[in-house]
């Protein structure tokens, strides 16, 4: 067995280019036994030539990649596009830290974008780096301070894609946010789209933007059908808003209310 193993990576370390692992657990996930890591790992010292990976399990809320330290064996120099599903955003900004350093597609999903749990500050410029996408699934408190802070490397973009679910203590995320934070700061973006509902907590309900408001600021956006959505539960003095680029991408509906228009 172990002759086999030898041969079969003599042979294909080279000539493999393009990689997709897809784990299925049968929805049997030990928390404590994370195979995906070292998995992981292993592809990089394995294939040296690697173009693609596509690398999430099949339940995107089952297990994720998740690093305490990223060993230097994850590298390379070849890749160009990786997808791939991660715990924590500073296991994000680990693999953003220039050891993929021809990286030109990164499709990320990301459990957990807390301010408490990214304690890794990277702001080297990721000049490379074509088309990004961005996903969570837990509501993040990190949209000023790390979302946009991530984006803000990336001045060459020419497609984004955002999922988010964002907590905030300010505004709603409209469309001058995104100009002012996002479209302002990639001259080459063609293609833009998201998924993004903010929420927060509100003490006076006259002083909080309506649904007319948050669609005029999309006025600018060429070639855009946007979509918005504005609730407010008066007696949690809760809020939230629901903006997408139509038509709606996402599989999963969450946060949906009844002035969701589909």
């Known amino acids: 067995m172990g002759l086999d193993k030898h041969m079969f990576t003599s042979i294909y370390k080279n000539q493999i280019l393009s990689l997709v692992i897809d784990i299925n657990t049968n929805g049997e996930v030990d928390s404590t036994i994370n195979i995906n ?25 089952s297990q994720y990649l998740f690093f305490d330290i990223l060993p230097s064996t994850i590298v390379s120099s070849t890749l160009l596009e990786l997808h791939v599903c991660l715990s924590k955003f500073r296991d994000c900004l680990y693999l953003l830290d220039g050891r993929f350093n021809q990286l030109r597609i990164f499709h990320v999903n990301i459990a957990i974008i807390a301010l408490s749990s990214s304690t890794f500050n990277n702001k080297e410029k990721l000049p490379n780096l074509r088309s990004f996408k961005l996903s969570n699934y837990n509501i993040t408190d990190g949209y000023d301070d790390l979302v946009l802070s991530l984006l803000h490397r990336m001045s060459n973009l020419e497609e984004l894609d955002l999922s988010l679910l964002v907590w905030t203590t300010k505004t709603f995320v409209d469309g001058n946010n995104l100009r002012i934070n996002i479209i302002n700061h990639m001259p080459l973006l063609n293609k833009f789209t998201f998924n993004i509902v903010t929420s927060t907590r509100f003490y006076n309900q006259i002083n909080l933007p309506s649904n007319d408001y948050i669609q005029e600021t999309f006025k600018d956006f060429e070639n855009k059908q946007i979509i918005s959505s504005v609730d407010y539960f008066q007696q949690d003095k809760y809020s939230q808003c629901h903006i997408y680029s139509y038509p709606y991408q996402l599989k999963d509906y969450d946060n949906i209310t009844n002035n969701f228009p589909g």
Request: hydrophobic fraction near 45%; glycine fraction near 0%.
């Open 37 to 61: 890591t070292p998995l992981f790992e292993q592809i990089f010292t394995t294939f040296i030539n690697l173009r693609s990976l596509i690398f999430c399990p099949s339940s995107i809320r």
